[in-house]
């Protein structure tokens, strides 16, 4: 199999109720991102639905334009991203104390929390 197909493998396992759309597109930040290359597949398709979800499915982004401060739009966008995963079917869920920039990078250490 070769990188594209490892990850959609995984990312099936992860939501497996995603829309085909969102499939490819996370798929796509995954391939895209430099820091999620090398980083195993799980780990790649988490750290890159996570970053979609919350620019395209939350008002992380307008929080940003507001002028908020990146954890503080994080914060407010928590239970709607959280609820957006939960809809695609993943039992994962993002804690406040779990960080990943913008090219899907983990900043911190902290774990998601598995519901």
């Known amino acids: ?9 995984a990312l099936a396992r992860l939501a497996p109720r995603l829309p085909d759309f969102e499939t490819e597109a996370v798929i796509d930040r995954a391939l895209a991102s430099p820091g999620l290359r090398n980083a195993r597949p799980d780990t790649a398709v988490w750290l890159a ?3 979609y979800a919350r ?3 939350t008002e992380y982004d307008a ?9 503080s ?3 407010f966008v928590l239970d709607d991203l959280n609820a957006v995963l939960a ?8 804690s406040d104390a779990e960080t990943v920039d913008e090219s ?12």
């Open 1 to 9: 199999m070769n990188r594209r197909e490892v990850l959609a493998a």
């Open 49 to 51: 639905l996570v970053a």
């Open 55 to 57: 620019h395209v499915f």
């Open 63 to 71: 929080l940003l334009d507001e002028g908020y401060d990146r954890d």
């Open 73 to 75: 739009a994080r914060h």
């Open 87 to 94: 809809e695609w079917g993943s039992r994962r869920q993002v």
């Open 104 to 115: 899907g990078d983990p900043e911190e250490s902290a774990e998601p929390e598995e519901s």
